[in-house]
């Protein structure tokens, strides 16, 4: 038993064929951005999704004839979509989207039509906390929370085993969280906005302002997460400085977090989460030092066990779990 996942970023739309216990058995991935999305996101994945179901029919020798024969080749049982931005896992279109030619975008609907097997849509940062509760850092956690911290942040809140939705399949979208009632606006209107301080992002626009006003160079190889915590690493008290500030931010929100849905563990996905000195521990030493005595006696802080295949396997786990 076999299932079909689709991950639809911003720069790669990936596919993969992901067992029952969520084991990622093959993957492909294709540019989302080549044209400046003139071809509609949605067409990308669809397409993507295509190529891939028939070279894995062909290398089964089911690869000949309509697409039903092979989806039958390959025991497929459903199709789960993690995507960017706004989703109504509800409606599984997109609800709200910066991207280009992709608001609106039906993609239950359009998936289903293509292939005729059920198809669930979820946000990529809630497929990435499922993954997590599945088979990664949030394994046995009956209430967690995952960030995404990357150009934005993102949010899966896991309560009593299960992934708490909302209404309309909205919920977890903390980075659009107010935590600086003055501070700057965002793109989606709100001011002082979480990732507009917390973000990778954020991080290195702090990283490049400083470095300005100290009238020193940026890097000749361009401004990066590695850059900032290599030179950490090297003893540049700047750097530690600025991480240090971030991490104050970042902490703001995790701390607001705990508070209202306490959880056992906040895992950190994204490139960073793997910066175990500059980033776990001091963010978890702090927690612990700011938060009331009992929550600092449970709170964990840990990095994400899924990177790259966290999309497709949390896609995925509404099927294998029932």
């Known amino acids: 038993m076999h299932y079909l996942a689709v991950d639809i970023g911003g720069t790669a739309v990936k596919v993969g064929l992901v067992s029952a216990t969520g084991g990622v058995l093959n993957k492909a991935s294709y540019p989302a951005d080549f044209d400046g999305y003139k071809t509609p996101l949605q067409e990308t994945a669809l397409k993507g999704a295509e190529e891939f179901v028939r070279r894995m029919a062909e290398a ?4 000949e004839g309509a697409m039903k024969q092979m989806v039958k080749a390959l025991e497929l049982q459903g199709i789960g979509i993690s995507a960017t931005c706004l989703i109504d896992t509800v409606k599984g279109r997109v609800a709200g989207a910066h991207i280009p030619n992709y608001q ?4 239950k609907k359009h998936f289903e039509e293509t292939f005729g097997l059920e198809t669930r849509v979820i946000n990529d940062a809630n497929s990435a906390a499922l993954a997590e509760l599945w088979t990664g850092s949030l394994k046995g956690c009956k209430n967690g929370i995952l960030l995404t911290i990357g150009t934005g942040i993102g949010g899966g809140i896991i309560a009593d085993s299960k992934l708490l939705s909302g209404a309309h399949g909205f919920a977890g979208e903390v980075g659009h969280m107010s935590i600086k009632k003055d501070g700057p606006l965002a793109a989606y209107g709100n001011r002082g906005g979480y990732e507009e301080y917390a973000s990778t ?8 302002e400083r470095l300005m006003e100290e009238g020193l160079p940026l890097p000749e190889e361009g401004l990066s997460g590695h850059w900032v915590f290599e030179q950490a690493d090297r003893g540049d008290a700047l750097m530690e400085q600025i991480l240090s500030e971030w991490i104050e931010d970042l902490m703001v929100g995790i701390e607001n977090l705990v508070y209202i849905f306490d959880p056992e563990r906040v895992v950190l996905g994204g490139g960073v989460s793997a910066q175990e000195k500059w980033l776990i521990k001091p963010l978890e030493e702090r927690l612990h030092k700011k938060l009331m005595h009992a929550y600092q006696e449970h709170i964990r802080v840990l990095p994400a066990t899924h990177l790259n295949d966290a999309g497709l396997i949390g896609a995925v786990y509404s099927f294998a779990e029932g």
């Open 60 to 63: 089964k020798g089911g690869g």
């Open 201 to 208: 992002k954020a991080l290195l626009r702090r990283v490049e």
């Open 104 to 107: 609106g975008a039906e993609l």
